[in-house]
């Protein structure tokens, strides 16, 4: 077999995507913390989710777009917008407020709740069985954050306001996507995602208008400082990102892509200690393997159901 023949195949070059993609989403990190010198959260929020609008709309186009979305009934077309302002608007516009006023190292370790929250909230309201490994999971990762708090259990447990933030950040991003998968059938998933950006494009873009004039004045007038800084976040973070995550998505499995996930907090902190100067402690990397840890065990519950449904349709297929 040769090289091309091998990454030719499906499941290599889904995973190879998946893996770079960590890599290159993971620069929202660096790039934000070097953007948000110069612009406010809120605008960086509004640049980043415009860019993803324009991106969408070239990929499948303004018509095509509407046609999808005319075939959702209305109670879909209402639950979408209310999912698309908690991820598409609270979560990023906490995310950058928390990054703008913590350390890169923390928002990489602190996004990870994610998983927590969005175990809570299936278990609330999709009904979803809690299981013990769901449970030590999310003891884990809550030990993680509590061992970052107390600087390895030696203080008083305290965060930075940015931490916070970060937190209400999750929260958002994972109450919306619960709230998405109740009330949302349609299976082009494309196109909410592109209703979702132009909903959060549309709520920035009016906030910046109509309140914040003085921070459009300012991107105007020292556009030329950091310009190229705003292209790469758009090109590394956004765009090829968003190709690589729908490529992975498409070409490997779930089990694949909830693994290959795992390594995000420890991109996070490599970025962060090499290009933002970030001094790495012994409290980061206790508090990194317990989050890797916590991780892996809230993500067994999916692997086992995903192997078992995949033992059941071979099965089927057998015997047919």
Known sequence: MTAAEFFKKPSVTGITAGIVARFTSRTDIVFG??????ISPMFLAFLETFTAMIMMFFYMGIKQIIIRLRELEKSELSALT???ILSGVIGPL???QGLNQTSGINTSIIVNLNPVFMSIF???ILREEFTKNLLIGMLTLFTAMVFLGTEGFTKSIHF???DIYLIISAIGYSFGNILFKKYIHSRHLD???AYRTIVSSLIFGGIMWFFMREDLNNFVSHFQNYYQWILFYALIGIIVTYALQ???LENTSLINNALIAVS???IGIVYSNIFLKEQITLVHLGTIVLVVIGLIITKIDLIEKTLFDMKMRLRQTHNG
């Open 246 to 248: 729908y490529w992975a």
């Open 33 to 38: 913390k070097i953007l948000l010198n110069y």
């Open 264 to 266: 995000s907090p420890i």
């Open 94 to 96: 906490f995310f950058l």
């Open 160 to 162: 930075r306001i940015g």
């Open 191 to 193: 196109v909410l995602v």
């Open 122 to 124: 299936a278990v609330m």
């Open 82 to 84: 209310i999912c698309s």
